[in-house]
C-alpha cells in the first residue's frame, strides 16, 4: 500500500470511529447525581490492576477472543463463497453465544425486509411449531445447515441437529447428510468432534479457549454472516481498529476501560441498552447475553458470595419511549440507559409540506424521519438528566462492518476489565450448568437420575396448591 492509499484508508477510519459519550453520567451535566471526574483519579489503581491483569492473560494466551480481529481467514472466506454457490438458504443451528452475534450482525448489516439469496436464518429456539414450520418452508436439496457447538451437548443445538439430520436421511438420502451439515465446534473436544471426524462433514474450527458470548469474531459469527454477504474483513478491520483504541489505563483515551469504570462507579443495579435505530436492535440482545452470563455471578474470584452484576435489559428507540421511558425517568433510580445512536443512517425520508394550518402536525413538515429519531433520542437524553438519571451514548458514524466491528470488540472488552473490576471471573458461567442437568435427569440422560429424583421432589412439593 503507497502513503497516499495509506493517508486515505486512515482518514476513511478516522470518519469510521465510533464514539463514547458519558456526559449523561457525569456530575457537570447531572450535578450531585452524576460522578466527579476526580473519581478516576482515585480509582487509578484498581484500573491498573484489571489492565495489567487482562495484559498478562492476553499475552500468555489464556484470552484468545482479543486477537481474533487477527486471525487468517482464508479458509472460512473460502468454505463460505463456496456454499454460497450450493445454498438458496443457510441455517444456523445453535444458541446462546453461538447464534447471538450472527443475529446481531445479520439484523445490522443485510439490507431490512429484502429476501437476498442466500438467506440466513438462525434457528435457536426450539418451540416445535416455529422450528418445524422453518423445516417445512426449505427446499432442503438447496439448503445447507451450519450446526454451531462449542460443547457439542446442548440439549437444544444437538435435538435440532438430531431432526435436521434424520429428516435430511429420509428426504434426500444418506448422502445429503455429508453435504449438506456444516459443523463448528471445537477442535479436540465435545461429543460434536468425534461425530465429525467420523462421518466426515465439513467443519470450522472454534479456537480454544473462546468462549460461546466473546466468539462473534470466531468462524461461529464469520462464517455464516460470510455465507450471507457480509465483509468479515471489514467487521473484523474494526475490531481491530477498536483494539488499538482499547489500550492503556487512561479513561479519557480508552473507550472501553472507561464504559466499564463507570458502570463500576456507578453501582446501578440495571442497565438498559437503548438503540435508536432497528438495525442496531439485536446488538443490544447480544449484549444483554455477554453482560449478564459474565458478569452475573454468586461468587467472586476469593469464593465470597458476592451475588454481584448488572441486570442488562432491552429496549428500542423511539418504539419504548411509549412503553419504557416513563418508568426509566420517575420510576426508581436504578438504571444507567445505554444509547446507541447513528449520525449518518444510509438513507432519509422527508416528511412532507403538509396542513400549514395545524400547527400540531405542520412543524414535522421537511423534516427528515432520521432527524426526528436523532432529536428524540437527544430529547430523552436530557429529560432522563432533568430528573438526574443516568445515561450514555455510542455513536456510529454509520452502520457497516467496520463500525459494528469496532463497537461489539468494544463491548467484550468492556465486559471483561467490568470482571477484573468486580472480581469475578467473565468467562464462565455455573449457574445454568443446574438447570441443564435438572433437564438431562427428566429426559433421562444416564448419570443423571439422581437430578431427576429431585425434580420429582420439587414437583411433589407443588400438590396441586396456589395454582388458580
Ligand atoms: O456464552 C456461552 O458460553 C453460552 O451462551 C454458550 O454459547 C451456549 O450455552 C451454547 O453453548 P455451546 O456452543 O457449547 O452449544
Not at 452524576?34 to 495489567?52: H, K, N, S, V, Y
Not at 467472586?300 to 418508568?327: C, F, K, M
Not at 457497516?400 to 467484550?412: D, H, K, P, V, W
Not at 433421562?444 to 395454582?467: C, I, L, S
Amino acid at each position: 500500500m503507497g502513503q497516499g492509499q495509506k493517508k486515505a484508508d486512515r482518514a476513511w477510519r478516522e470518519a469510521m470511529t465510533i464514539h463514547l459519550d458519558v456526559n449523561g453520567m457525569m456530575a457537570a451535566m447531572l450535578g450531585e447525581a452524576g460522578i466527579q471526574e476526580d473519581t478516576f483519579a482515585a480509582l487509578q489503581p484498581r484500573l491498573q490492576a484489571a489492565d495489567a491483569a487482562l495484559q498478562h492473560a492476553r499475552q500468555s494466551g489464556t484470552l484468545p477472543f482479543y486477537d481474533l480481529p487477527y486471525q487468517n481467514i482464508s479458509g472460512v472466506q473460502a468454505l463460505a463463497e463456496s456454499v454460497r454457490q450450493e445454498c438458496d438458504a443457510l441455517v444456523v443451528l445453535g444458541i446462546g453465544g453461538s447464534a447471538l452475534g450472527t443475529r446481531a450482525l445479520a439484523r445490522a448489516l443485510l439490507p431490512p425486509f429484502s429476501v437476498q439469496t442466500p438467506v440466513l436464518h438462525v434457528a435457536d429456539n426450539i418451540d416445535p411449531a416455529s422450528f418445524g414450520a422453518l423445516l417445512d418452508s426449505l427446499d432442503l436439496s438447496r439448503t445447507i445447515f451450519n450446526v454451531i457447538s462449542k460443547s457439542g451437548e446442548t440439549a437444544e443445538t444437538m435435538a435440532q441437529f438430531l431432526i435436521v439430520r434424520q429428516l435430511l436421511q429420509e428426504k434426500l438420502g444418506a448422502g445429503a447428510v455429508r453435504q449438506r451439515i456444516i459443523v463448528t465446534t471445537d477442535a479436540t473436544s465435545g461429543y460434536l468432534r468425534p461425530l465429525v471426524d467420523r462421518e466426515g462433514w465439513r467443519d470450522l474450527i472454534i479456537p480454544a479457549g473462546v468462549g460461546g458470548r466473546f466468539s462473534v469474531f470466531a468462524p461461529v459469527g464469520l462464517f455464516p454472516t460470510a455465507v450471507a454477504g457480509i465483509n468479515i474483513e471489514e467487521l473484523l478491520a474494526g475490531a481491530a481498529w477498536m483494539d488499538t483504541r482499547c489500550r492503556g489505563t487512561e479513561v479519557w483515551q480508552n473507550p472501553a476501560l472507561l464504559f466499564a469504570a463507570l458502570q463500576f462507579v456507578a453501582a446501578k443495579p440495571i442497565l438498559v441498552m437503548m438503540p435508536y435505530s432497528d438495525a442496531l436492535a439485536e446488538v443490544s440482545e447480544w449484549f444483554c447475553q455477554l453482560w449478564a452470563e459474565s458478569l452475573g455471578k454468586e461468587r467472586d474470584r476469593q469464593g465470597r458470595i458476592v451475588h454481584t452484576g448488572q441486570t442488562p435489559v432491552r429496549a428500542l428507540g423511539t418504539t419504548d419511549q411509549h412503553s419504557q421511558v416513563q418508568l426509566y425517568t420517575e420510576g426508581p433510580n436504578d438504571k444507567v440507559l445505554v444509547f446507541l445512536r447513528v449520525t449518518d443512517p444510509e438513507r432519509e425520508l422527508t416528511i412532507p409540506e403538509s396542513y400549514p394550518e395545524v400547527e400540531g402536525l405542520h412543524y414535522l413538515s421537511g423534516a427528515g424521519l432520521g432527524a426526528l429519531l436523532r432529536h428524540e433520542q437527544r430529547a430523552t437524553e436530557i429529560a432522563l438528566a432533568k430528573k438526574g438519571r443516568m445515561s450514555c451514548t455510542f455513536t456510529l458514524p454509520v452502520v457497516n462492518a467496520f463500525t459494528l466491528g469496532q463497537l461489539l470488540y468494544l463491548l467484550e472488552v468492556a465486559t471483561a476489565i467490568a470482571g477484573e473490576l468486580y472480581d469475578v471471573n467473565a468467562f464462565d458461567q455455573p449457574g445454568v450448568e443446574e438447570g441443564k442437568h435438572l433437564t438431562y435427569g427428566m429426559m433421562g440422560r444416564a448419570g443423571f437420575a439422581e437430578k431427576d429424583a429431585e425434580v420429582r421432589a420439587w414437583e411433589e412439593k407443588r400438590q396441586g396448591r396456589f395454582v388458580v
